[in-house]
């Protein structure tokens, strides 16, 4: 196992997320975090950890599975293609500054570093 890496074994309830693990995960995010930042996310992470380990221990036998709480429904309309609205080529391409072979040309967005 690479020394980096945190170690894999469960840890006690009062070190559910350690600094190292902190730092790894910054490490494979790419983000450079100070020493404070690092202390700073150990304690909020490890908090979280703690009380989702603590939702672990309900007692859910009895709950039905759910992936919907709201009641609230799909109140869009269904996708479909209104002719009546559509631009021909001809048409969408009018007032464009510059187009070519029926296409819309525009500077370049993308620039490289």
Not at 56 to 81: H, M, W
């Amino acid at each position: 196992m690479n020394a980096s890496q945190p170690n894999p074994q469960p840890k006690d309830a009062k070190t559910v997320v350690t600094r190292a693990d902190i730092d790894h995960i910054a490490t494979l995010a790419n983000l450079p975090i100070s020493d404070g930042q690092s202390e700073e996310l150990t304690k909020q992470v490890g908090g979280t950890v703690a009380y989702v380990s603590q939702l672990q221990s309900l007692p859910t036998d009895d709950v039905t599975e759910t992936s919907q709480v709201t009641g609230l429904e799909n109140v869009f309309r269904e996708d479909e293609i209104d002719t009546s609205r559509m631009f021909t080529q001809e048409e969408a391409l009018a007032n464009a500054k510059n187009t070519y072979n029926g296409f819309f040309v525009v500077g370049r967005v993308l620039e490289e570093k």
